[in-house]
Protein backbone atom coordinates (compact mmCIF):
# COMPACT_ATOMS: atom_id res chain seq x y z
CA UNK A 1 0.00 0.00 0.00
CA UNK A 2 2.69 2.22 0.89
CA UNK A 3 5.00 1.63 -2.51
CA UNK A 4 1.79 2.40 -4.03
CA UNK A 5 1.25 5.75 -2.68
CA UNK A 6 4.47 6.50 -3.23
CA UNK A 7 4.46 5.79 -6.66
CA UNK A 8 1.11 7.85 -6.97
CA UNK A 9 2.91 10.40 -4.97
CA UNK A 10 6.05 10.64 -7.18
CA UNK A 11 4.45 10.74 -10.57
CA UNK A 12 3.26 13.79 -10.93
CA UNK A 13 6.64 15.05 -9.35
CA UNK A 14 8.49 13.05 -12.42
CA UNK A 15 6.00 14.19 -15.24
CA UNK A 16 6.61 18.27 -13.97
CA UNK A 17 10.34 17.74 -13.77
CA UNK A 18 10.08 16.31 -17.26
CA UNK A 19 8.30 19.39 -18.52
CA UNK A 20 10.15 21.70 -16.47
CA UNK A 21 13.29 20.32 -18.81
CA UNK A 22 11.59 20.33 -21.56
CA UNK A 23 10.99 23.70 -21.20
CA UNK A 24 13.98 24.58 -20.87
CA UNK A 25 16.33 22.44 -23.20
CA UNK A 26 13.46 22.99 -25.66
CA UNK A 27 15.46 19.95 -28.01
CA UNK A 28 16.56 16.57 -26.84
CA UNK A 29 14.61 16.53 -23.44
CA UNK A 30 14.86 12.77 -23.13
CA UNK A 31 18.53 12.93 -23.07
CA UNK A 32 18.98 15.87 -20.73
CA UNK A 33 16.32 14.96 -18.06
CA UNK A 34 18.04 11.63 -17.91
CA UNK A 35 21.63 13.25 -17.79
CA UNK A 36 20.18 16.08 -15.22
CA UNK A 37 19.13 13.10 -13.13
CA UNK A 38 22.51 11.37 -13.24
CA UNK A 39 24.35 14.25 -12.16
CA UNK A 40 22.21 15.63 -9.47
CA UNK A 41 22.11 12.02 -7.78
CA UNK A 42 25.85 12.15 -7.12
CA UNK A 43 27.84 14.90 -5.35
CA UNK A 44 30.85 14.26 -7.06
CA UNK A 45 31.93 15.45 -10.67
CA UNK A 46 30.31 12.69 -12.97
CA UNK A 47 31.28 12.36 -16.69
CA UNK A 48 29.33 12.82 -19.47
CA UNK A 49 29.45 13.19 -23.15
CA UNK A 50 27.96 15.37 -24.87
CA UNK A 51 28.56 15.07 -28.57
CA UNK A 52 26.86 18.38 -29.84
CA UNK A 53 28.71 20.28 -27.71
CA UNK A 54 32.16 18.79 -28.72
CA UNK A 55 31.19 19.32 -32.09
CA UNK A 56 29.88 22.85 -32.04
CA UNK A 57 32.30 23.81 -29.13
CA UNK A 58 32.00 27.42 -28.27
CA UNK A 59 28.41 27.98 -30.08
CA UNK A 60 26.49 25.53 -28.40
CA UNK A 61 27.85 27.34 -24.88
CA UNK A 62 26.39 30.48 -26.57
CA UNK A 63 23.34 29.44 -27.76
CA UNK A 64 22.82 27.65 -24.56
CA UNK A 65 23.13 31.34 -22.54
CA UNK A 66 26.30 29.38 -20.71
CA UNK A 67 28.69 32.74 -21.94
CA UNK A 68 30.99 32.32 -19.42
CA UNK A 69 32.48 29.12 -20.50
CA UNK A 70 31.37 30.02 -23.96
CA UNK A 71 34.39 32.52 -24.40
CA UNK A 72 36.75 30.80 -22.21
CA UNK A 73 36.19 28.19 -24.90
CA UNK A 74 36.36 30.41 -27.79
CA UNK A 75 39.79 31.60 -26.63
CA UNK A 76 41.70 28.14 -26.59
CA UNK A 77 39.92 26.93 -29.37
CA UNK A 78 40.48 30.07 -31.58
CA UNK A 79 44.26 29.64 -30.69
CA UNK A 80 44.03 25.97 -32.00
CA UNK A 81 42.25 27.23 -35.21
CA UNK A 82 45.76 30.02 -35.50
CA UNK A 83 47.91 27.20 -34.95
CA UNK A 84 46.12 25.26 -37.65
CA UNK A 85 45.84 27.33 -40.73
CA UNK A 86 49.22 29.16 -39.78
CA UNK A 87 50.61 25.69 -40.89
CA UNK A 88 48.39 24.44 -43.05
CA UNK A 89 48.38 27.94 -45.35
CA UNK A 90 50.00 30.52 -43.32
CA UNK A 91 52.70 32.98 -43.98
CA UNK A 92 55.35 31.68 -41.05
CA UNK A 93 58.02 33.90 -42.30
CA UNK A 94 56.21 37.10 -43.25
CA UNK A 95 58.05 39.00 -40.47
CA UNK A 96 61.73 37.64 -41.60
CA UNK A 97 61.77 38.26 -44.87
CA UNK A 98 60.26 41.64 -43.83
CA UNK A 99 63.35 42.30 -42.16
CA UNK A 100 65.48 40.85 -44.82
CA UNK A 101 63.82 43.20 -47.24
CA UNK A 102 64.20 46.44 -44.65
CA UNK A 103 68.32 45.18 -44.02
CA UNK A 104 68.53 44.52 -48.46
CA UNK A 105 67.92 47.91 -48.41
CA UNK A 106 70.83 49.17 -46.21
CA UNK A 107 72.94 46.93 -47.62
CA UNK A 108 72.13 48.55 -51.00
CA UNK A 109 72.99 51.53 -49.77
CA UNK A 110 76.19 50.59 -48.06
CA UNK A 111 77.54 48.80 -51.42
CA UNK A 112 76.92 52.01 -52.95
CA UNK A 113 79.30 54.05 -49.89
CA UNK A 114 81.81 51.38 -49.94
CA UNK A 115 82.18 51.36 -54.12
CA UNK A 116 82.27 55.28 -53.81
CA UNK A 117 84.97 55.04 -50.88
CA UNK A 118 86.57 52.44 -53.32
CA UNK A 119 87.15 54.64 -56.05
CA UNK A 120 87.94 57.72 -54.07
CA UNK A 121 90.98 55.84 -52.09
CA UNK A 122 89.47 56.72 -48.44
CA UNK A 123 91.07 55.80 -45.05
CA UNK A 124 87.52 54.25 -44.31
CA UNK A 125 87.17 51.63 -46.71
CA UNK A 126 87.63 48.81 -44.39
CA UNK A 127 84.88 50.08 -42.30
CA UNK A 128 82.39 49.68 -45.17
CA UNK A 129 83.50 46.25 -46.23
CA UNK A 130 82.98 45.13 -42.68
CA UNK A 131 79.57 47.07 -42.33
CA UNK A 132 78.50 44.82 -46.06
CA UNK A 133 79.84 41.55 -44.43
CA UNK A 134 78.41 41.99 -41.52
CA UNK A 135 75.04 43.08 -42.81
CA UNK A 136 75.18 39.83 -45.71
CA UNK A 137 76.01 37.29 -42.55
CA UNK A 138 72.97 39.01 -41.07
CA UNK A 139 70.35 38.20 -44.11
CA UNK A 140 72.11 34.74 -44.64
CA UNK A 141 70.66 33.79 -40.68
CA UNK A 142 67.57 35.57 -41.59
CA UNK A 143 67.12 33.68 -44.53
CA UNK A 144 67.99 30.48 -42.71
CA UNK A 145 65.48 30.75 -39.96
CA UNK A 146 62.68 32.41 -42.55
CA UNK A 147 63.33 28.78 -44.03
CA UNK A 148 63.05 26.93 -40.84
CA UNK A 149 60.01 28.68 -40.24
CA UNK A 150 58.38 27.76 -43.32
CA UNK A 151 59.49 23.76 -42.92
CA UNK A 152 57.86 24.09 -39.61
CA UNK A 153 54.60 24.09 -40.82
CA UNK A 154 53.41 20.63 -40.37
CA UNK A 155 54.88 20.65 -36.86
CA UNK A 156 52.64 23.96 -36.23
CA UNK A 157 49.18 22.48 -37.47
CA UNK A 158 49.71 19.13 -35.84
CA UNK A 159 50.08 21.32 -32.35
CA UNK A 160 46.73 23.01 -33.38
CA UNK A 161 45.06 19.73 -34.19
CA UNK A 162 46.40 17.91 -30.79
CA UNK A 163 45.29 21.11 -28.67
CA UNK A 164 41.55 20.94 -31.10
CA UNK A 165 40.77 17.40 -30.49
CA UNK A 166 41.91 17.67 -26.31
CA UNK A 167 39.36 21.10 -26.72
CA UNK A 168 36.81 19.13 -27.91
CA UNK A 169 36.78 17.04 -25.70
CA UNK A 170 36.43 19.02 -22.70
CA UNK A 171 33.55 20.81 -24.42
CA UNK A 172 31.61 17.54 -24.26
CA UNK A 173 32.46 16.43 -20.91
CA UNK A 174 31.63 19.03 -18.90
CA UNK A 175 28.83 20.54 -21.01
CA UNK A 176 25.65 18.21 -19.48
CA UNK A 177 26.92 19.42 -15.98
CA UNK A 178 27.19 23.15 -16.32
CA UNK A 179 23.75 23.36 -18.06
CA UNK A 180 22.80 21.18 -15.23
CA UNK A 181 24.35 23.65 -12.53
CA UNK A 182 21.77 26.39 -14.80
CA UNK A 183 19.00 24.36 -15.24
CA UNK A 184 19.17 24.50 -11.40
CA UNK A 185 19.33 28.04 -11.31
CA UNK A 186 17.14 29.04 -13.56
CA UNK A 187 14.39 26.61 -11.35
CA UNK A 188 14.81 29.25 -8.38
CA UNK A 189 15.18 32.21 -10.59
CA UNK A 190 12.99 32.55 -13.40
CA UNK A 191 15.20 35.84 -14.70
CA UNK A 192 18.03 33.39 -15.75
CA UNK A 193 17.75 33.50 -19.94
CA UNK A 194 17.04 29.52 -20.74
CA UNK A 195 18.70 30.02 -23.92
CA UNK A 196 18.22 28.71 -27.40
CA UNK A 197 16.06 31.47 -28.36
CA UNK A 198 16.40 32.70 -31.99
CA UNK A 199 18.47 35.71 -30.80
CA UNK A 200 20.70 33.47 -28.69
CA UNK A 201 21.56 31.40 -31.89
CA UNK A 202 22.34 34.20 -34.00
CA UNK A 203 24.46 36.03 -31.25
CA UNK A 204 26.59 32.58 -30.92
CA UNK A 205 27.20 32.17 -34.37
CA UNK A 206 27.86 35.71 -35.60
CA UNK A 207 30.04 36.35 -32.56
CA UNK A 208 32.00 32.96 -33.51
CA UNK A 209 32.80 32.90 -36.80
CA UNK A 210 33.75 36.74 -36.53
CA UNK A 211 36.39 36.04 -34.34
CA UNK A 212 37.37 33.31 -35.76
CA UNK A 213 37.43 34.42 -38.89
CA UNK A 214 39.24 37.50 -37.99
CA UNK A 215 41.41 36.18 -35.59
CA UNK A 216 42.81 33.38 -37.99
CA UNK A 217 43.34 36.01 -40.91
CA UNK A 218 45.08 38.25 -39.10
CA UNK A 219 47.82 35.87 -37.31
CA UNK A 220 47.54 33.92 -40.60
CA UNK A 221 48.21 36.24 -43.74
CA UNK A 222 49.05 39.61 -41.86
CA UNK A 223 48.96 40.97 -45.30
CA UNK A 224 45.92 40.66 -46.34
CA UNK A 225 43.55 42.31 -44.59
CA UNK A 226 45.00 46.21 -43.44
CA UNK A 227 41.82 47.22 -41.20
CA UNK A 228 42.65 44.19 -39.32
CA UNK A 229 46.18 45.68 -37.59
CA UNK A 230 45.38 49.08 -37.96
CA UNK A 231 41.78 50.69 -36.71
CA UNK A 232 40.06 52.80 -39.86
CA UNK A 233 40.32 56.34 -38.33
CA UNK A 234 41.69 59.42 -39.85
CA UNK A 235 43.99 62.36 -37.66
CA UNK A 236 41.66 64.96 -38.77
CA UNK A 237 39.56 63.50 -36.13
CA UNK A 238 42.08 63.44 -33.17
CA UNK A 239 42.82 67.03 -34.25
CA UNK A 240 39.07 67.93 -34.53
CA UNK A 241 38.40 66.58 -30.58
CA UNK A 242 41.01 68.29 -29.61
CA UNK A 243 40.22 71.58 -30.53
CA UNK A 244 37.02 71.38 -28.81
CA UNK A 245 38.41 70.70 -25.43
CA UNK A 246 40.82 73.34 -25.73
CA UNK A 247 37.77 75.80 -26.41
CA UNK A 248 36.15 74.44 -23.48
CA UNK A 249 38.95 74.79 -21.19
CA UNK A 250 39.45 78.26 -22.28
CA UNK A 251 35.66 79.04 -22.14
CA UNK A 252 35.52 78.10 -18.23
CA UNK A 253 38.79 79.63 -17.78
CA UNK A 254 37.68 83.16 -18.75
CA UNK A 255 34.08 82.64 -17.77
CA UNK A 256 34.14 81.30 -14.08
CA UNK A 257 37.35 82.90 -13.30
CA UNK A 258 35.92 84.74 -10.66
CA UNK A 259 34.77 81.58 -8.67
CA UNK A 260 38.07 79.75 -9.87
CA UNK A 261 40.13 82.78 -7.65
CA UNK A 262 37.56 81.98 -5.11
CA UNK A 263 38.26 78.57 -4.63
CA UNK A 264 42.31 79.36 -4.61
CA UNK A 265 41.62 81.92 -2.08
CA UNK A 266 39.68 79.76 -0.04
CA UNK A 267 42.96 76.95 0.00
CA UNK A 268 44.94 79.49 0.23
CA UNK A 269 43.48 80.55 3.90
CA UNK A 270 43.64 77.06 4.80
CA UNK A 271 46.82 76.30 3.69
CA UNK A 272 48.80 79.53 4.84
CA UNK A 273 47.24 78.44 8.42
CA UNK A 274 48.84 74.76 8.52
CA UNK A 275 51.54 75.81 6.59
CA UNK A 276 51.83 78.68 9.95
CA UNK A 277 51.17 75.93 12.56
CA UNK A 278 53.58 73.33 11.19
CA UNK A 279 56.10 75.13 10.12
CA UNK A 280 56.42 78.29 11.74
CA UNK A 281 55.82 77.37 15.46
CA UNK A 282 58.38 75.94 17.65
CA UNK A 283 59.54 71.83 16.19
CA UNK A 284 59.84 70.69 20.21
CA UNK A 285 55.60 72.35 20.19
CA UNK A 286 54.51 70.28 17.34
CA UNK A 287 56.98 67.41 17.66
CA UNK A 288 55.01 67.25 21.62
CA UNK A 289 51.72 67.50 20.65
CA UNK A 290 52.21 64.83 17.96
CA UNK A 291 53.74 62.53 20.55
CA UNK A 292 51.00 63.43 23.03
CA UNK A 293 48.20 62.52 20.40
CA UNK A 294 49.64 59.15 19.08
CA UNK A 295 49.87 58.26 22.83
CA UNK A 296 46.65 59.17 23.45
CA UNK A 297 45.23 57.48 20.27
CA UNK A 298 47.29 54.31 19.93
CA UNK A 299 49.03 53.83 22.85
CA UNK A 300 52.39 54.41 24.67
CA UNK A 301 54.60 52.04 22.13
CA UNK A 302 52.88 54.15 19.47
CA UNK A 303 54.04 57.02 20.89
CA UNK A 304 57.48 56.05 21.14
CA UNK A 305 57.64 55.44 17.54
CA UNK A 306 56.37 58.73 16.45
CA UNK A 307 59.03 60.09 18.84
CA UNK A 308 61.99 58.34 16.68
CA UNK A 309 60.36 59.07 13.58
CA UNK A 310 59.67 62.89 14.48
CA UNK A 311 64.45 62.69 15.52
CA UNK A 312 64.90 61.39 12.34
CA UNK A 313 63.42 63.43 10.02
CA UNK A 314 64.49 66.11 12.71
CA UNK A 315 68.29 64.96 12.85
CA UNK A 316 68.43 64.82 8.83
CA UNK A 317 67.20 67.89 8.19
CA UNK A 318 64.23 67.57 6.90
CA UNK A 319 62.07 68.48 9.44
CA UNK A 320 60.97 71.95 7.81
CA UNK A 321 60.36 70.11 4.12
CA UNK A 322 58.38 67.33 6.35
CA UNK A 323 56.18 70.19 7.73
CA UNK A 324 55.44 71.84 5.19
CA UNK A 325 54.41 68.42 3.17
CA UNK A 326 52.15 67.91 6.41
CA UNK A 327 50.28 71.24 5.58
CA UNK A 328 50.02 70.88 2.43
CA UNK A 329 48.70 67.21 2.79
CA UNK A 330 46.65 68.62 5.71
CA UNK A 331 44.93 70.80 3.52
CA UNK A 332 44.40 68.57 0.73
CA UNK A 333 42.92 65.87 3.21
CA UNK A 334 40.56 68.46 5.79
CA UNK A 335 38.93 69.89 2.79
CA UNK A 336 38.37 66.34 1.22
CA UNK A 337 36.81 65.55 4.53
CA UNK A 338 34.93 68.69 4.98
CA UNK A 339 33.50 68.10 1.56
CA UNK A 340 33.21 64.28 1.62
CA UNK A 341 31.49 63.25 4.85
CA UNK A 342 28.59 65.32 4.21
CA UNK A 343 28.23 64.17 0.88
CA UNK A 344 28.55 60.73 2.05
CA UNK A 345 25.50 61.00 4.56
CA UNK A 346 23.56 62.85 1.35
CA UNK A 347 23.94 59.94 -0.63
CA UNK A 348 23.93 56.98 1.72
CA UNK A 349 20.12 57.63 1.81
CA UNK A 350 19.22 58.93 -1.86
CA UNK A 351 20.56 56.04 -4.35
CA UNK A 352 19.59 57.86 -6.96
CA UNK A 353 21.92 60.68 -6.31
CA UNK A 354 24.67 58.49 -5.36
CA UNK A 355 24.48 56.17 -9.03
CA UNK A 356 24.93 59.80 -10.12
CA UNK A 357 28.07 60.41 -7.87
CA UNK A 358 29.43 57.03 -8.06
CA UNK A 359 30.70 57.43 -11.53
CA UNK A 360 32.44 60.02 -11.30
CA UNK A 361 34.59 59.23 -7.59
CA UNK A 362 35.24 56.06 -10.48
CA UNK A 363 36.49 58.40 -13.00
CA UNK A 364 38.82 60.74 -10.10
CA UNK A 365 40.11 57.59 -8.83
CA UNK A 366 41.18 55.56 -12.29
CA UNK A 367 42.16 58.79 -14.30
CA UNK A 368 45.74 58.93 -14.28
CA UNK A 369 47.15 61.87 -11.96
CA UNK A 370 49.19 63.16 -14.64
CA UNK A 371 46.28 63.31 -17.02
CA UNK A 372 43.69 65.72 -14.33
CA UNK A 373 47.23 67.57 -13.98
CA UNK A 374 46.81 69.25 -17.45
CA UNK A 375 43.39 70.36 -16.33
CA UNK A 376 44.18 71.77 -13.29
CA UNK A 377 47.48 73.44 -14.22
CA UNK A 378 44.81 74.95 -17.12
CA UNK A 379 42.87 76.73 -14.12
CA UNK A 380 44.91 77.08 -11.32
CA UNK A 381 48.29 77.33 -12.75
CA UNK A 382 51.17 76.06 -10.99
CA UNK A 383 51.69 76.26 -7.20
CA UNK A 384 50.16 74.60 -3.86
CA UNK A 385 47.07 75.44 -4.62
CA UNK A 386 47.09 73.23 -7.76
CA UNK A 387 48.97 70.63 -6.23
CA UNK A 388 46.35 70.66 -3.33
CA UNK A 389 43.38 70.37 -5.62
CA UNK A 390 45.51 67.18 -7.85
CA UNK A 391 45.34 65.57 -4.06
CA UNK A 392 41.67 66.15 -3.46
CA UNK A 393 40.96 65.05 -6.69
CA UNK A 394 42.90 61.82 -6.31
CA UNK A 395 42.40 61.22 -2.49
CA UNK A 396 39.13 62.13 -1.81
CA UNK A 397 36.83 59.53 -2.58
CA UNK A 398 37.58 56.79 -0.20
CA UNK A 399 36.04 58.89 2.66
CA UNK A 400 32.67 59.78 0.16
CA UNK A 401 32.63 55.53 -0.19
CA UNK A 402 33.16 54.54 2.83
CA UNK A 403 30.88 57.29 4.19
CA UNK A 404 28.02 55.37 2.32
CA UNK A 405 29.24 51.54 2.87
CA UNK A 406 29.05 52.27 6.65
CA UNK A 407 25.46 54.42 6.94
CA UNK A 408 23.59 52.34 4.98
CA UNK A 409 25.56 49.17 7.07
CA UNK A 410 23.65 50.52 10.19
CA UNK A 411 20.58 48.02 11.40
CA UNK A 412 17.29 49.05 9.80
CA UNK A 413 15.98 47.62 13.17
CA UNK A 414 17.95 49.76 15.18
CA UNK A 415 16.88 52.79 13.55
CA UNK A 416 13.48 51.36 13.18
CA UNK A 417 13.62 50.64 17.39
CA UNK A 418 14.92 54.42 17.50
CA UNK A 419 12.42 56.37 15.74
CA UNK A 420 9.52 54.42 17.10
CA UNK A 421 11.10 56.10 20.87
CA UNK A 422 10.73 59.27 19.06
CA UNK A 423 13.61 59.77 17.41
CA UNK A 424 14.03 63.04 15.65
CA UNK A 425 15.77 62.61 12.23
CA UNK A 426 18.99 64.40 13.49
CA UNK A 427 19.06 62.44 16.75
CA UNK A 428 19.13 59.62 14.58
CA UNK A 429 21.65 60.62 12.61
CA UNK A 430 23.94 62.26 15.72
CA UNK A 431 23.33 59.33 18.07
CA UNK A 432 22.58 56.35 15.65
CA UNK A 433 23.54 56.66 12.49
CA UNK A 434 27.27 58.20 12.67
CA UNK A 435 28.21 56.49 16.13
CA UNK A 436 27.46 52.97 14.28
CA UNK A 437 28.86 54.40 10.79
CA UNK A 438 32.39 55.23 12.57
CA UNK A 439 34.40 52.67 12.09
CA UNK A 440 33.64 52.72 8.37
CA UNK A 441 33.92 56.38 8.19
CA UNK A 442 37.29 56.52 9.98
CA UNK A 443 38.17 53.88 7.42
CA UNK A 444 37.64 56.23 4.57
CA UNK A 445 39.52 59.51 6.89
CA UNK A 446 42.57 57.30 6.89
CA UNK A 447 42.21 55.97 3.01
CA UNK A 448 42.02 59.96 2.04
CA UNK A 449 45.52 60.50 3.73
CA UNK A 450 46.82 57.82 3.15
CA UNK A 451 46.34 58.16 -0.75
CA UNK A 452 46.97 62.22 -0.47
CA UNK A 453 50.37 61.23 1.29
CA UNK A 454 50.67 59.33 -1.85
CA UNK A 455 50.71 62.27 -4.33
CA UNK A 456 53.36 64.09 -2.67
CA UNK A 457 56.14 63.59 -5.20
CA UNK A 458 53.49 64.07 -7.98
CA UNK A 459 52.36 67.37 -6.31
CA UNK A 460 55.80 68.64 -6.66
CA UNK A 461 55.95 68.87 -9.96
CA UNK A 462 53.64 71.59 -9.87
CA UNK A 463 55.68 73.70 -7.58
CA UNK A 464 54.30 71.92 -4.07
CA UNK A 465 57.04 72.00 -1.66
CA UNK A 466 57.99 69.39 0.88
CA UNK A 467 59.52 66.24 0.77
CA UNK A 468 58.27 65.68 -2.69
CA UNK A 469 61.07 67.77 -3.70
CA UNK A 470 63.96 66.36 -2.53
CA UNK A 471 62.89 62.71 -4.15
CA UNK A 472 62.03 64.07 -7.42
CA UNK A 473 65.20 66.11 -7.17
CA UNK A 474 66.72 62.57 -6.24
CA UNK A 475 65.59 61.37 -9.47
CA UNK A 476 66.48 63.92 -11.70
CA UNK A 477 70.07 63.47 -10.69
CA UNK A 478 70.26 59.96 -9.68
CA UNK A 479 70.96 60.54 -6.15
CA UNK A 480 70.25 57.39 -4.11
CA UNK A 481 71.31 58.30 -0.40
CA UNK A 482 69.12 61.44 -0.61
CA UNK A 483 65.63 59.73 -2.47
CA UNK A 484 65.67 56.63 0.31
CA UNK A 485 66.23 59.19 3.02
CA UNK A 486 63.40 61.73 2.02
CA UNK A 487 61.03 58.26 0.78
CA UNK A 488 61.44 57.07 4.70
CA UNK A 489 60.41 60.47 6.03
CA UNK A 490 57.52 60.33 3.59
CA UNK A 491 56.72 56.91 5.47
CA UNK A 492 57.15 57.97 8.65
CA UNK A 493 54.96 60.94 7.86
CA UNK A 494 52.29 58.37 6.95
CA UNK A 495 52.66 55.92 9.54
CA UNK A 496 52.07 59.03 12.47
CA UNK A 497 49.53 59.72 10.60
CA UNK A 498 48.00 56.35 10.26
CA UNK A 499 48.11 55.99 14.31
CA UNK A 500 46.56 58.44 14.86
CA UNK A 501 43.10 58.44 12.39
CA UNK A 502 43.39 54.69 13.43
CA UNK A 503 44.52 54.02 16.77
CA UNK A 504 43.73 51.17 18.74
CA UNK A 505 41.77 53.44 21.91
CA UNK A 506 38.65 55.17 20.93
Not at 66 to 83: D, K, R
Not at 106 to 122: D, V, Y
Not at 337 to 350: D, H, K, N, S
Request: proline share 3%; hydrophobic share 50%.
Amino acid sequence: MTDNANTVTDAPVTEDMSQLVREFVTTQPAYYQQQFEKIGNDAKFVWTFNLWAGILGPIWYGMRGVWNWGLVFLILETAAWVQIIRGLFGELAVDAWQRIANIEGTLELRRKQLQAAIEKGADNVDVYKRTVESLENAIGGIRLEAQQLEDSGLMVATVGFIALFVIKGAQAVVANTVLERRFSNWLSDSSISRGMAAGDKALSVGFFAVIVSATVIHYSFPSAIAMLSDFPTEPAIRLTVIGWVERFFEFAVTSFDAFFDLITYGIRLVLDGLELTFVKTPWMVIASFLILLTGLSAGRRAAIYTGAFLAYMGMLGFWEKAMTTLALLGTAACLSIAIGIPLGMFCARRPRLYRVVSPVMDFMQTMPAFVFMIPVIAIFGTGKPAAVVTTMIFGGTPVVRLTVLGLRGVPEAVREAAISFGASKWYLLTQVDLPLASPSIRAGINQTIMLSLAMVVVASLIGAKGLGEDVLEALQYANVGQGILAGFSILFCAMILDRIVQGDRK
